[in-house]
């Protein structure tokens, strides 16, 4: 359940790209505060800038101008040292095409941040198995990833986001590789951890599905913030789903 205190503040982000003699402001001044416990969904067209804002968020680009707030720190304050120590213990990835190592076991790949966080290598193996077990691989320890179906693969990914035990999970399109069944199933996953684990989980995506599991939906278009809704005030008819589908995907 979401708090009052805020995890996530950004105060007029810009991002601007230089393309030869051309500037591109992919971010144009967007203000967002999101509470600790939220399940966050930042939507909009391919191109709209809801990436952008999720690699400003988790410190994987840094803003042109603006600040990002997390746990009241300014990301922008911090040296490199720093910033990686807060994204290895405050802030879980889960990618759209997994990230996983694929040499590496599926307990290795989970254990992994661990390993950077400075965790003993027991205490690793015993939270990388107890995650596994969250996700529903329990059998799959020691699968290498070239052995686990995609939604298998993108629980593990899952898994590993959790290993440090952050506050913020950032999901980039994390149903996007899957089919309909299996998209369904990481979704309801994300919102079971989200509410158990009061985890606040955030996500870049197209698929309208994570709508019915989001507390609020931030609708990104041209950098700016079109609109926040709140999921009560939300009213899906499949009508409605499928023509916004066909604008998002177009």
């Known amino acids: 359940m979401a708090s009052n205190e805020y995890v996530v503040r950004t105060k007029g982000l810009v991002k601007e790209y230089t393309m030869g003699d051309q500037v591109l402001r992919a971010l144009n001044g967007v203000d967002l505060d999101i509470f600790r416990g939220e399940y966050i969904s930042i939507m909009g067209p391919s191109g709209s800038g809801k990436s952008t804002l999720f ?97 298998q693969q993108q629980r593990v990914a899952i898994a590993r986001a959790l290993a440090n035990n952050p506050s913020i999970v950032l999901a980039d399109e994390p149903t996007g590789n899957l089919d309909l069944k299996t998209g369904t199933e990481i979704i309801h996953l994300l919102k079971k951890l989200n509410r158990e684990q009061g985890v606040t989980v955030i996500s870049a995506t197209h698929d309208l599905k994570m709508v019915d599991v989001s507390d609020r939906i931030v609708w990104i278009r041209d950098g700016r913030i079109a609109k926040i809704e709140e999921r009560a005030e939300i009213e899906l008819h499949i009508g409605e789903m499928e023509g916004e589908q066909e604008e998002l995907t177009h």
Do not use: W
């Not at 707030?69 to 300014?74: A, E, P, R």
């Open 55 to 151: 690699n400003a968020i988790g410190g994987l680009d840094k803003p042109t101008t603006g600040s990002v707030f997390i746990n009241d720190v300014d990301m922008a304050q911090l040296d490199a040292q720093e910033l990686a120590y807060l994204r290895c213990h405050t802030i879980g990835y889960i990618f759209q095409t997994f990230n996983l190592i694929p040499v590496m076991t599926a307990l290795e790949n989970v254990t992994l941040p661990t390993v950077f966080a400075g965790m003993s290598t027991d205490d690793g193996i015993e939270r990388g198995m107890e995650l596994l077990k969250i996700v529903g691989l329990g059998e799959r320890f020691f699968h290498k990833p070239s052995e686990l179906s995609g939604g």
